[in-house]
């Protein structure tokens, strides 16, 4: 059974930086399609940012895109989301999520995503 820990939320002024972390384990995460979603109060989950199984090829949401940084470290079998230059409106729940195979049509759908964290907080301030 696949589990996921995330950790390195916090409270960060609009402009800083956050890393994120999801530990794997039961597989190895490079095995695993991995992806994070967010979600606000009285929203929806939404995507933010996948990688690949393998090469590790990495989608974005366009509201984060050039912001936000998705990679793999396979020695720690951990995924990381780095985050810059935030903005309050990136404060959310963030979740580490994870599937078995990659596919360009679903890829930002969180039902077909099989795994997932507990989540993290982040909150950006004005």
């Known amino acids: 059974q696949v589990q996921l820990a995330e950790s390195g939320g916090g409270l960060v002024q609009a402009g800083g930086s956050l890393r994120l972390s999801c530990a794997v384990s039961?597989?190895?995460?490079?095995?695993?399609?991995m992806g994070w979603f967010r979600q606000a109060p009285g929203k929806e989950r939404e995507f933010v940012a996948t990688?690949?199984?393998?090469?590790?090829?990495?989608y974005y949401a366009d509201s984060v895109k050039g912001r936000f940084t998705i990679s793999r470290d396979n020695a720690k079998n951990t995924v990381y989301l780095q985050m810059n230059s935030l903005k309050p409106e990136d404060t959310a729940v963030y979740y580490c999520a994870a599937r078995t195979y990659f596919s360009t049509s679903s890829y930002a759908k969180s039902e077909f995503y099989d795994f997932w964290g507990q989540g993290t907080q982040v909150t950006v301030s004005s």
């Open positions: 039961g597989r190895t995460a490079n095995s695993l399609v």
């Open positions: 990688i690949s199984i393998g090469i590790g090829i990495t």
